[in-house]
């Protein structure tokens, strides 16, 4: 029976050498592939399986505005018995990405998924964090306006007050110097934050520090590097 594979990509652009040998095995098999972008994706193939013949595959975009009609249809390649395989743009996919919808459509037409190991930005924060690693919540993207997002991260503080539980979120590489100047200006100056950049690549920025303390950092190195924040606590001395 065919199945869909969930393919994960390097988080670091071009980190080929840290994808698991089974990977290269299973796309060398597989010409039916639904990604984010087709460029990114057949740059992938490539990397890790260089003889891959790229025109023989076939792609479905599930980028903005993407008719999910047509990725239904797409996906009915697989009662053929043609395997089909969900790619991310960086990381796990159906993680943080639209690609949930197709892992959806295959457990309602009870075709076996299957997920192959791959790094995760948002696991590999909470790892490298210091925080409750039992107890987390993954938001995705916040309010983008200031009065919103404000109110938002003091809900979030609350529910590290209150439970303890690590609260994790994205933004937009771009308004990173908003997202953790907001974060400043909002929450109590004691407050832990740990903000995890470039996660696998060569610019790496993993840090947890108090509020007080990000305050008096020149954080200008940070823009437009991906980056995963994290509100939590220390709950050892």
């Given at each position: 029976?065919?199945?869909?594979?969930?393919?994960?990509?390097?988080?670091?652009?071009?980190r080929?050498?840290?994808?698991?040998?089974?990977?290269?095995?299973?796309?060398?098999?597989?010409?039916?592939?639904?990604?984010?972008?087709?460029?990114?994706?057949?740059?992938?193939?490539?990397?890790?399986?260089?003889?891959?013949?790229?025109?023989?595959?076939?792609?479905?975009?599930?980028?903005?505005?993407?008719?999910?009609?047509?990725?239904?249809?797409?996906?009915?390649?697989?009662?053929?018995?043609?395997?089909?395989?969900?790619?991310?743009?960086?990381?796990?996919?159906?993680?943080?990405?639209?690609?949930?919808?197709?892992?959806?459509?295959?457990?309602?037409?009870?075709?076996?998924?299957?997920?192959?190991?791959?790094?995760?930005?948002?696991?590999?924060?909470?790892?490298?964090?210091?925080?409750?690693?039992?107890?987390?919540?993954?938001?995705?993207?916040?309010?983008?306006?200031?009065?919103?997002?404000?109110?938002?991260?003091?809900?979030l503080?609350?529910?590290?007050?209150?439970?303890?539980?690590?609260?994790?979120?994205?933004?937009?590489?771009?308004?990173?110097?908003?997202?953790?100047?907001?974060?400043?200006?909002?929450?109590?100056?004691?407050?832990?934050?740990?903000?995890?950049?470039?996660?696998?690549?060569?610019?790496?920025?993993?840090k947890?520090?108090?509020?007080?303390?990000?305050?008096?950092?020149?954080?200008?190195?940070?823009?437009?590097?991906?980056?995963?924040?994290?509100?939590?606590?220390?709950?050892?001395?």
């Amino acid at each position: 029976m065919a199945q869909l594979f969930l393919i994960p990509t390097p988080i670091a652009e071009g980190r080929y050498g840290n994808t698991v040998p089974e990977i290269p095995a299973v796309v060398s098999k597989i010409k039916y592939y639904v990604v984010e972008r087709t460029k990114t994706a057949r740059r992938f193939l490539r990397g890790i399986c260089p003889e891959i013949v790229i025109d023989d595959l076939s792609f479905f975009e599930i980028d903005k505005g993407f008719d999910v009609s047509g990725l239904y249809s797409f996906l009915e390649i697989l009662k053929s018995g043609e395997d089909v395989a969900l790619l991310s743009e960086a990381g796990c996919p159906a993680v943080a990405d639209p690609g949930h919808m197709a892992v959806a459509w295959c457990h309602k037409q009870h075709i076996e998924v299957r997920p192959l190991v791959g790094p995760s930005s948002i696991i590999m924060a909470l790892m490298s964090s210091g925080f409750n690693g039992q107890q987390f919540t993954f938001h995705g993207y916040l309010p983008n306006k200031a009065a919103e997002l404000s109110n938002r991260l003091r809900m979030l503080d609350q529910q590290v007050e209150k439970t303890g539980a690590t609260q994790i979120f994205i933004e937009t590489p771009y308004r990173n110097g908003f997202m953790i100047s907001t974060i400043i200006e909002s929450l109590p100056q004691e407050r832990w934050l740990c903000v995890a950049c470039d996660l696998d690549g060569e610019g790496q920025f993993v840090k947890t520090k108090r509020l007080s303390e990000w305050k008096k950092l020149d954080l200008g190195f940070l823009h437009k590097q991906p980056a995963v924040f994290l509100l939590g606590r220390f709950d050892t001395a």
